[in-house]
T-cell receptor, first 110, second 113 residues
Framework: SQQGEEDPQALSIQEGENATMNCSYKTSINNLQWYRQNSGRGLVHLILIRSNEREKHSGRLRVTLDTSKKSSSLLITASRAADTASYFCATDLGAQKLVFGQGTRLTINP | DTEVTQTPKHLVMGMTNKKSLKCEQHMGHRAMYWYKQKAKKPPELMFVYSYEKLSINESVPSRFSPECPNSSLLNLHLHALQPEDSALYLC????????????FGSGTRLTVV
C-alpha cells in the first residue's frame, strides 16, 4: 500500500521559475527521500532528510520536513528544461521498507 | 562502480513462457529490492533481500520468484504471467542499515502478450 500523497499531481511552469512539490505521509518514518524519474526509466536519488532534520539543501534543491504535520516539500529554484521529470517522495519506514508517494509530473516550458 | 545494472532492458514474453530478469551491483550493498511500476504510478515494493536472505515479500503472486545467488546478484524468475503483469520492473540496492539512499537500475520494460 502507498502511504504518500503528493501535491500537485502535475505542475507546468516557465523556465527560470521555482517549482514546489508537497508530500504528505501517514506513519512514523526514519527518513524521507526524494527521487527523480525521467521518461519512466530508473529513479535517481536527489536528497535524503532524516526525521530529526527540518531543512536540507543540495544545489538548487531545498527540502523541508515537518514531522508534526507528516509533510515534506521539495523546492527547485531557477528551473531548467532538464528538470522536466516525475518527482517522488519516498518514506523509509525501517526494516528496508521504502514506500513511494504518488509523484508529481513537472514540466518546464522553455 | 556506483551503478545497478539490469538486463534485459526490454522483454516481451507469452503467458506460457519462463523468463528471468537480472540485476547486479558492485557497491557492496547488502540489501537488494524488486519494485514494480505501472504507467503513471509510483513504484510498488515487491521483494527485499537483506544479506542474501528474503526479508520482505509484499504478498506477490507465486508466478514471480525472486532469487539472490550472492550479495551482488538478484534475479526475478517469471512464469505463467498475465497481461496485467506488464510493467517496468526496477531493481535497487542500498547499504541496508542507517539513513542511506537507494540506488536504482534503469529497469526492465516487460510486456506480456
Amino acid at each position: 500500500s502507498q502511504q504518500g500523497e503528493e501535491d500537485p499531481q502535475a505542475l507546468s511552469i516557465q523556465e527560470g521559475e521555482n517549482a514546489t512539490m508537497n508530500c504528505s505521509y501517514k506513519t512514523s518514518i526514519n527518513n524521507l527521500q526524494w527521487y527523480r524519474q525521467n521518461s519512466g526509466r530508473g529513479l535517481v536519488h536527489l536528497i535524503l532528510i532524516r526525521s530529526n532534520e527540518r531543512e536540507k539543501h543540495s544545489g538548487r534543491l531545498r527540502v523541508t520536513l515537518d514531522t508534526s504535520k507528516k509533510s515534506s516539500s521539495l523546492l527547485i529554484t531557477a528551473s531548467r528544461a532538464a528538470d522536466t521529470a516525475s518527482y517522488f517522495c519516498a518514506t523509509d519506514l525501517g526494516a528496508q521498507k521504502l514506500v513511494f508517494g504518488q509523484g508529481t509530473r513537472l514540466t518546464i516550458n522553455p | 562502480d556506483t551503478e545497478v545494472t539490469q538486463t534485459p532492458k526490454h522483454l516481451v514474453m507469452g503467458m506460457t513462457n519462463k523468463k528471468s530478469l537480472k540485476c547486479e551491483q558492485h557497491m557492496g550493498h547488502r540489501a537488494m529490492y524488486w519494485y514494480k511500476q505501472k504507467a503513471k504510478k509510483p513504484p510498488e515494493l515487491m521483494f527485499v533481500y537483506s544479506y542474501e536472505k528474503l526479508s520482505i515479500n509484499e504478498s506477490v503472486p507465486s508466478r514471480f520468484s525472486p532469487e539472490c545467488p550472492n550479495s551482488s546478484l538478484l534475479n526475478l524468475h517469471l512464469h505463467a504471467l498475465q497481461p496485467e503483469d506488464s510493467a517496468l520492473y526496477l531493481c535497487a540496492s542500498s547499504q541496508g542499515t542507517g539513513d542511506r539512499p537507494y540506488t536504482f537500475g534503469s529497469g526492465t520494460r516487460l510486456t506480456v502478450v
